[in-house]
């Protein structure tokens, strides 16, 4: 699971914070607090330099994730999400279309059904899919089956198939970022 962080989120199996030119991808994570966190955070004074860029989110992709999610959040606390993106202050360029921040064809498992309380954050809580999948934060999100969930083996990431999905991408009018790729499983 991840490292406890004091900003919205809670334990993440993934956390993007203050980044640019991210892309997750072809991770399968499972109960954690929160699936994937992507944060617009202020950055304590002195930490990231004077440059407000350090403390924008643009150009983040997550894509083809699996999230196994936890489905009964802790006392007090009906927020629970699968993918949160979330911006911790007023400044924050997280959700401007021009820092090209997007979602697209995760898929998500859960227990219990929907309106139970919060699975997806951007620019609000949302507690169905179909809604979410109506913002950048998620496109074709879709949920598991308990049978597809069981059968579900993560995919072999070969250059071939990377670039497979850069032309599947593509078709879709969406580029990958230009920066440093991030590949990464956690369970």
């Known amino acids: 699971m991840g490292e406890r962080q004091d900003i919205p989120g809670g334990n993440a199996g993934i956390s993007i914070t203050a980044s640019r030119d991210v892309e997750v991808y072809d991770n399968i994570l499972a109960w954690n607090e929160v699936g994937i966190s ?30 196994l999610a936890q489905d009964i959040p802790p006392a007090g606390d009906d927020t629970f999400p699968a993918l949160a993106w979330r911006k911790t202050y007023p400044e924050g360029n997280l ?50 089956t308990d049978r597809r969930k069981i059968r579900w083996s993560p995919p072999t990431i070969s250059r071939r198939s990377r670039s497979r999905e850069s032309r599947r991408l593509e078709g879709r009018g969406i580029s990958r970022p230009s920066g440093t790729y991030q590949f990464a499983s956690f369970s």
């Open 38 to 67: 992507v944060v617009n955070s202020l950055r304590e004074a002195n930490a990231g330099g004077t440059d407000p860029k350090l403390d924008t989110v643009s150009n983040v992709l997550v894509h083809d994730n699996t999230i």
């Open 95 to 144: 959700y401007d279309p021009a820092a090209n921040n997007r979602g697209l064809d995760n898929r998500y498992w859960y227990l219990n059904p929907e309106v139970t309380f919060v699975r997806f954050v951007w620019e609000r809580d949302f507690k169905r899919l179909r809604v979410f999948n109506c913002t950048p934060g998620e496109e074709n999100g879709r949920y598991l």
